[in-house]
Structure formats: C-alpha cells, structure tokens
C-alpha cells in the first residue's frame, strides 16, 4: 500500500506530565521506605511502554529531594538513557540555580510549542520556602507571552496548585498570590489547562474557570483530606495528556505497579 511521504500535520501532541520525584544524591537514596530512583526509573519504563510515541514528558519539580547536583546528574542520566524528550521545572526541594547553571543542557523551556499548542512553565518556587509565590518577573513573563500566543491553546505547568485541595497542611503552601495569577489567566482567555504537582495525589478541579489537575508522585503519595502530613500507599503514577489540534484535550493518570512499600508511620520527609 502506497504511504504518503509528507509529514502528516500532527493532529494530537502527546505528552506526560511527571513530579515530585524526589532523588537523592545516589542511587540508593531511601524517602519513607521508598529508593526513590526506583519508582522513577519503574514510571519512565513504563512511559516508554506507552502505544503512543510520547513527544514531550513535563517534570514538574522537586526532582531533587533536597537541591543537589548529584540529583540531577541522576535524573538526567535516567531520562537520557529513556531515549524521552523531556523539560523540566523546579519545586520548593529543588536548587534552580543549580538546574540551570551546574549541568549541560538544562531543560528549562519557558514555552514549548507542540503543534497548535503553547506549553507554558512557571516557576513557583522561591529559595528558602516551602510554599509557592509568583514572582513580578514570573508574573510579567506570563502577561507577555500569553499577549504573544493569543491564537494559540495554552497548556500551563508549575509545581505548586494555586488553590486549596483540601489537605490543610498542603493548602498553607499553595501559590500565595494566586488571586494575581487568577487575573492574567481569565483575561487571557485562551488557557485550556493547567497541570501541578507538589501534593503527591490526584486532584480534579478548577482554577479561575480553568480545568486544573495534580498528579502523584513518581515515589510516594501523601493520604487525601488530611490536616496534618500523612502518607497514602497508592502506587507512583504519571499523567498523560493528549492535546488536540482544536484545542480540546484529553488527560488521564496512570498508576505504576511498584515492588516497594512505602512507610506510612513516619511523621515527615
Ligand atoms: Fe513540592
């Protein structure tokens, strides 16, 4: 049968979205119970499994389990060896400096273009903070190419939700001036997602009349609805979103079959 040699205009972009990895210096680096390289390198095999060729995977931060250039080395080492096309941004364990300056070829891309869609990153992380905030310069980066790429569907990725997600402990350390955020996305007008991680667990909801969705952790996941930190066994997972070239998407979690058990007596990581 005859086969059209043009590159077929992409009709769907796929990409997965994957976070809180939390990697230690070395190999066999141990977070609540859990070797943390393990779980990473089992969700990237399966990635790879994946039917569909994945064109961009998206790390939304804390890579690292406390800034170290070890850590990154390793990721970059795991995500090399996956053959996977991949970007990443920085969460409040992660060293941005570090990523940006301390290995070759850091892949912080502000804005991706896959097909008819505008991949934006934020950087919610502040050095010395564990909860999230927008920097001026963040802020005014995302005024101007969200001004830029008005024609075209946007997909945001940070680390930190916006919002409340009903873990009071977590909800302390969302983005502290999200109401500023929740301004320049309705204006906008033209953002059709937006995808966090930091709080170790699936979340379904909405962010200034935007779809918005977290996604667990490739290592180990916090329990839902809890006051106080508190550890969940559910499996690693990653997600995988497809985005149409009309600007719908679809996205879904994919949870990790994993040989290890997390340790849920431990009272913080
Ligand atoms: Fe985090």
Redesign the pocket.
């Known amino acids: 049968m005859m086969q059209d040699t043009e590159p077929r205009h992409m009709e769907v972009a796929r990409v997965v979205q994957l976070t809180?990895c939390h990697l230690g210096p070395d190999p066999d680096f141990t977070l609540a119970g859990i070797r943390t390289r393990q779980t990473f390198t089992e969700v990237l095999d399966a990635i790879r499994r994946e039917r569909d060729p994945v064109e961009m995977v998206m790390a939304t931060?804390?890579i690292a389990a406390k800034g170290n250039v070890d850590a990154y080395r390793l990721f970059l080492r795991e995500m090399r060896e996956s053959g996977l096309p991949f970007a990443w941004l920085p969460?409040?364990?992660d060293d941005f400096r570090l990523m940006q300056e301390s290995v070759h070829a850091a892949p912080y891309w502000p804005v991706l273009d896959m097909g008819e869609w505008r991949l934006v990153s934020l950087n919610t992380a502040v050095p010395g903070r564990?909860g999230g905030l927008l920097s001026r310069e963040e802020l005014s980066f995302l005024r101007n190419t969200l001004s830029r790429e008005h024609r075209h569907p946007v997909a945001i990725f940070m680390?930190?939700p916006p919002l409340d997600i009903g873990c009071a402990w977590l909800d302390e350390?969302k983005v502290a001036n999200s109401d500023e955020l929740a301004g320049i996305l309705r204006e906008a007008g033209n953002i059709k997602a937006i995808f966090t991680?930091?709080v170790h667990q699936p979340v379904a909801t909405e962010f200034a009349g935007i779809p918005l969705f977290t996604t667990p952790s490739t290592c180990f996941q916090f329990a839902a609805d809890s006051d106080d930190f508190a550890l969940d066994d559910a499996p690693p997972a990653y997600r995988r979103i497809e985005l149409y070239a009309n600007g719908l998407f679809r996205t879904e979690l994919v949870s990790v079959a994993s040989s290890q058990r997390v340790d849920t007596q431990i009272s913080g990581y």
């Open positions: 809180d931060g804390d969460g409040n364990h564990v680390h930190h350390q991680g930091h």
